[in-house]
Nanobody, 123 residues
Framework: QVQLVESGGGLVQPGESVRLSCAAS????????VGWYRQAPGKQRELVAT???????VYADAVKGRFTISRDNVKNMAYLQMNSLQPEDTAVYYC?????????????????WGQGTQVTVSS
């Protein structure tokens, strides 16, 4: 198993930047796909960005051009650089690592989650 711990959240003003960090322990996660998700009050958790084990990235339309996901497999870290933050970006941000296992010939995804870090964008 892998344990994930997010950090870097806080209260920022609109237009400012924040970098979130996700530290993995328990095992290396270089073979995992890693993602950042967020959940605002009263809303479902949604995908923000993912980065595959090979470095390919996917972003939600709402954050394209403003957020950048990256990873450092040597340090077992993942990051989310968030620029030009807006009030609608306010949410708890979660780090996710996705591994998989094979049971009876069927590949089953295994998801690991951190505890989340709050980002509040307000003037």
């Amino acid at each position: 198993q892998v344990q994930l711990v997010e950090s870097g959240g806080g209260l920022v003003q609109p237009g400012e930047s924040v970098r979130l960090s996700c530290a993995a322990s328990g095992r290396g996660f270089s073979g995992d796909d890693v993602g950042w998700y967020r959940q605002a009050p009263g809303k479902q958790r949604e995908l923000v960005a993912t980065i595959s084990s090979g470095g390919s990235t996917v972003y939600a339309d709402a954050v394209k051009g403003r957020f950048t996901i990256s990873r450092d497999n040597v340090k077992n870290m993942a990051y989310l650089q968030m620029n030009s933050l807006q009030p609608e970006d306010t949410a708890v941000y979660y780090c996710n690592a996705r591994d998989s296992t094979v049971i009876l010939g069927v590949r089953i995804p295994l998801d690991y989650w951190g505890q989340g870090t709050q980002v509040t964008v307000s003037s």
